[in-house]
Structure formats: structure tokens, C-alpha cells
């Protein structure tokens, strides 16, 4: 069975800095794309950040220069380091594998259970 499980969150002031982790656990084949989103209470998820297999990284306009998202395919893992934050970046953040591969899942899409990051002014 296939897992994602997000680590990191917490509180920080303004300026500060956060590193989340977040880890596929199970048999797993591959993972196409592996994204970090963020939803707002009331609001819609947004994405925030994607690292493919190839290790090619795009990044929302709102976080673009502040964070970084980096992968290790071999251990199923993807960071997010959040630099220089800010008060608006207070939401949950959620791990999501894209296009999973395993000996049950043909291109299919996990999340994690999400995790709080708040920033104080």
C-alpha cells in the first residue's frame, strides 16, 4: 500500500525559514511528477511547486525565488525549502505523486495528509 507522508511544518517568523519532507512509502516502480500544493481555508488548492523524474522544477509566481524543490527518486522523497516567509504563506501544505507506478498502480495520483505551516508577523 502505498503511502505519502509530509514532515516539517510548523511555526516561523516572518523572514524565516522552513524545510518540508515528504516520503512515498511502499513498493514503488516510479513517479512521474512530484508536486507540493497548498490550500487556504474556504479557498481552492493551489499548486506551488513540481519536480519531475528528470529533476526539471517548476514553481508558482508566488513562491517563485524564495522556495526550492528538490527530489531523490531513488528514496521517493521531495523537499520544499521555504525561504524568506511571509504571513500568506500560512496554509496547509500537501505532498501529491503524480503518474505513481507500482505492482498495483498504473499512473495513478496519492497525497498526503497535509501539513500546517504558520508565519508570524
Known amino acids: 500500500q502505498v503511502q505519502l507522508v509530509e514532515s516539517g511544518g510548523g511555526l516561523v517568523q516572518a523572514g524565516g525559514s522552513l524545510r518540508l519532507s515528504c516520503v512515498a512509502s511502499?513498493?514503488?516502480?516510479?513517479?512521474?511528477?512530484m508536486n507540493w500544493w497548498r490550500q487556504a481555508p474556504g479557498k481552492q488548492r493551489e499548486l506551488v511547486a513540481s519536480?519531475?523524474?528528470?529533476?526539471?522544477?517548476t514553481y508558482s509566481e508566488f513562491v517563485k525565488d524564495r522556495f526550492v524543490v528538490s527530489r531523490d527518486n531513488a528514496r521517493d522523497t521531495v523537499d520544499l525549502q521555504m525561504n524568506n516567509l511571509k504571513p500568506e504563506d500560512t496554509v496547509v501544505y500537501y505532498c501529491?505523486?503524480?503518474?505513481?507506478?507500482?505492482?498495483?498502480?498504473?499512473?495513478?495520483?496519492?497525497w498526503g495528509q497535509g501539513t500546517q505551516v504558520t508565519v508570524s508577523e
Open positions: 501529491n505523486a503524480e503518474g505513481l507506478y507500482s505492482p498495483r498502480d498504473h499512473a495513478s495520483d496519492y
Open positions: 519536480v519531475d523524474s528528470f529533476g526539471f522544477t
Open positions: 511502499g513498493t514503488i516502480y516510479s513517479i512521474n511528477i
